[in-house]
Nanobody, 124 residues
Framework: QVQLQESGPGLVKPSQTLSLTCTVS??????????WTWIRQPPGKGLEWIGH???????YYSPSLKSRTSISRDTSRNQFTLQLNSVTPEDTAVYYC????????????????WGQGTQVTVSS
């Protein structure tokens, strides 16, 4: 079955770049029609969608984060990566990777598999 695992530094200094990797097992990140997604949850707040990379390799980002965000993939390693530039303490959150799957073939999708999440703290 599909498993996702986040990895990367748990502490990042302000103004630097947050970089996380999601390693996927049990399924290919190039399989139709899945989207591979980054989501975060700041302390005391709800989930925030960051962006995804589709099975085709095309990327989409939250408008509020687009200018600072880059998602890429390494198909040989079955991994996808988040980079968030110029971080501030407000970027402190638990970061999740997840698989986005189609439910009706047209509009409805869902996140069926999630990683455990990894805490990232932005602090000097």
């Amino acid at each position: 079955q599909v498993q996702l695992q986040e990895s990367g530094p748990g502490l990042v200094k302000p103004s630097q770049t947050l970089s996380l990797t999601c390693t996927v097992s049990g399924g290919s990140i190039t399989t139709n029609y899945y989207y591979w997604t980054w989501i975060r949850q700041p302390p005391g707040k709800g989930l925030e969608w960051i962006g995804h990379i589709a099975y085709t390799g095309r990327t989409y980002y939250s408008p509020s984060l687009k200018s600072r965000t880059s998602i890429s993939r390494d198909t040989s390693r079955n991994q996808f990566t988040l980079q968030l530039n110029s971080v501030t303490p407000e970027d402190t959150a638990v970061y999740y990777c997840a698989r986005d799957v189609p439910l009706d073939g047209t509009f409805v999708r869902a996140y069926d598999y999630w990683g455990q999440g990894t805490q990232v703290t932005v602090s000097s």
